[in-house]
């Protein structure tokens, strides 16, 4: 399904949080989103996914404006895993997991063996089958963030929005989460803070100060000159002998 | 495969369980109608309600089968009712606030209750029990907006509203508005009330089963169901809240309406169960823990099982307040609160180490 955002405007207590913010996304896609802290990647992400109304503007789900929507309808097309999302309840992998078919089910709506088959699938997508009986409080950060985004998938989004879901990871779970989202056939909008990490995205958008300043291929959009305006630093870009792929180096200074 | 086995045997044991619930209730019934300073035999309980409800013609002793039928079954009835109405209203308040802690009499809820209870009584603002459960009502929701806002201003002012800072700032916020409601019941009663309202109001205040009759029981029996009826309705949208309300969002749940018609729904039952028993505390804070610990936190499981322990609980209390001190009637609040208050500094200690 094609995301789309229309001159979205947001603000709290009158600080303006997103000014005029304009980005399609096209059904398939992965879309990486990168800015430095404060930019506005988390509060574009919370309006995306309907958590706040924007204060104008519109987003558009396909062709259908957001705002006609219930959170209901909004729930069962886009998931959102949230940056830190905790819970004190004694509660296991399995149930977080499954609080993802929340959207589908209603109190005259039983749970069905339909709904085990997607937790189920949800659990090994992410590599956590093995611990679904393990209790929340036990996980370690990383775990913790596969649950999440198991418990996005069992809402079998046709898009799916991810606040900086490596953060926390180790390299090897940093690599395979990102490895799933791209592979995964939906819609995918993701913040991410490395910025190699956001060159294996088919788009790129860069926020700063509330703005989407930029937004296209990763190589026509990270530049040098770019990065040196944006995040304030000097870039090297280095081939990997390897695979001849390219990477970047980042100094304060030259 | 082994654990699709477990979680059909556990969905089993809920089953099994929910059959149970009404024995349960029956039996608590029973003993509290049974046990107290004259007992009565099982017996000639059941040959007064078969002479009560299906009109059965048993030969029974006037005074046993009056205090039966009009007092202690009455007494048992409500005391279920309360029971259940407060822990669930702990459930629901624990849940959406994300608080351990979240509880109608710690939240001052009950003392705006009572407050507004008050204020019908003393200054007649009408009579009956319902426009005492009224103003009851409105007390429960003014306290608790009161509250609530000013959790929100302390939040605010630090910054990061969301979540675990939440937490203490609501307690807090709790004891600011219960300190204010109770100096305004007291304040209404010295001005207002005379010397002998004055001492059946402060009796009342602490939680007192003595007054109830059968006219009571007509206001509770419906106000606990509806209480039961909303939250089994609403357990994946509590379920949801898990973690937070920006997470239940993102699952489809209309955070505000759902919130606020299950806030409002709580009020209304603690208000009504205040207006007729008084402030009990601590049961919506003791029963939703134990069960968590037994059931687990999902609400379908918690719900029932909280509803039917808090029944229990607040009957068991009523025996205990009843048998404890030979030919006196201590408050049930003096009950639950001495079992509550070592139960919220476990909670406090535990939440703590966590």
Redesign the interface.
Same mark, same amino acid.
């Given at each position: 399904m094609r995301l789309s955002a229309e001159q979205l405007a947001w603000s709290v207590h009158g600080t303006p949080l997103l000014i005029d913010v304009n980005l399609a996304v096209e059904p398939g896609h992965t879309f990486g989103l990168v800015g430095p802290n404060g930019s506005g990647k988390t509060s574009l992400l919370?309006l995306l996914?309907? =958590?706040n109304k924007p204060k104008s503007g519109r987003v558009l789900m396909g062709s259908q404006p957001m705002h006609t929507l219930?959170?209901? *309808?909004?729930?069962?097309s886009? *998931?959102?895993v949230?940056q #830190?999302? &905790?819970?004190? &309840?004694?509660?296991t992998v $399995? #149930?977080?997991v499954s =609080?993802?078919r929340?959207?589908f =089910?209603?109190?005259l709506r039983p749970w069905s063996a339909k709904d &085990?088959a997607i937790v189920a699938q949800a659990l090994i997508d992410v590599d956590m089958a093995h611990m679904?009986?393990r209790l929340w $409080?036990t996980l370690s950060g990383g775990e913790r963030q596969r649950v999440h985004i198991a418990r996005a998938l069992a #809402?079998q989004p046709n898009i799916l929005l991810l606040d900086e879901p490596t953060n926390h990871l180790d390299i090897r779970h940093q690599l395979s989460i990102l490895e799933l989202v791209r592979q995964l056939p939906i819609t995918v909008i993701i913040s991410l803070h490395d910025l190699n990490q956001a060159m294996e995205c088919d788009r790129i958008g860069v926020m700063d100060g509330g703005r989407l300043i930029d937004s296209g291929h990763p190589h026509d959009v990270l530049t040098p000159n770019r990065l040196k305006q944006t995040f304030g630093v000097y870039t090297h870009v280095i081939d990997d002998p390897v695979d001849g792929k390219q990477i970047m180096r980042f100094r304060s200074a030259v | 495969m082994s654990i699709a086995i477990t979680r059909l045997s556990t969905a089993g044991f809920g089953l099994r369980w929910l059959w149970i619930t009404p024995l349960v209730l029956v039996a608590a019934l029973i003993a509290g109608t049974a046990i107290g300073e004259t007992p009565i035999p099982v017996e000639t309980i059941l040959k007064v309600l078969a002479n009560q409800l299906l009109g059965a013609d048993y030969a029974v002793n006037r005074i046993d089968a009056g205090i039966i039928w009009n007092y202690r079954l009455s007494r048992a009835v409500v005391a279920a009712c309360c029971g259940t109405s407060l822990a669930l209203a702990g459930v629901v308040l624990q849940a959406l606030l994300r608080n351990p802690l979240a509880d109608p009499y710690l939240m001052g809820i009950s003392a705006g209750a009572s407050t507004g209870a008050v204020a019908v009584a003393v200054a007649g603002l009408g009579a009956g029990a319902l426009s005492l459960s009224l103003g009851a009502f409105v007390g429960a929701l003014l306290a608790f907006g009161i509250v609530v806002m000013l959790a929100h201003a302390a939040n605010s002012g630090v910054g990061g509203g969301r979540g675990v800072q939440a937490a203490g700032a609501i307690i807090l916020a709790g004891i600011a508005g219960s300190q204010l409601f109770n100096a305004l019941t007291a304040f209404i009663i010295t001005k207002s009330a005379s010397a002998e309202q004055a001492r059946g109001i402060m009796f009342w205040l602490m939680g007192n089963l003595s007054g109830v009759r059968w006219a009571d029981v007509t206001l509770a029996v419906p106000a606990a169901l509806f209480g039961l009826l909303v939250c089994l309705w609403h357990r994946r949208s509590l379920d949801a809240f898990t973690f937070g309300a920006d997470s239940a969002a993102s699952m489809g749940i209309a955070v505000r309406p759902v919130r606020g018609m299950l806030i409002i729904a709580m009020a209304l039952v603690t208000a009504v169960m205040v207006s007729i028993v008084g402030a009990i505390g601590f049961v919506g804070l003791v029963i939703p823990h134990a069960m968590r610990f037994i059931v687990g936190s999902r609400h379908t499981r918690l719900v029932p099982a909280t509803a039917l322990a808090g029944a229990v609980f607040l009957i068991g209390s009523d025996i205990l307040s009843r048998v404890l001190v030979p030919g006196q009637v201590l408050p049930i609040g003096v009950i639950t609160s001495l079992i509550g208050a070592p139960a919220f500094a476990l909670i406090l200690v535990r939440g703590k180490r966590s």
């Open positions: 919370r996914a309907g =958590l219930k959170q209901r *309808a909004i729930a069962q886009i *998931a959102l949230e #830190q999302a &905790d819970t004190t &309840d004694r509660i $399995h #149930q977080v =609080l993802g929340t959207p =089910l209603s109190a &085990d679904a009986d $409080h #809402q | -």
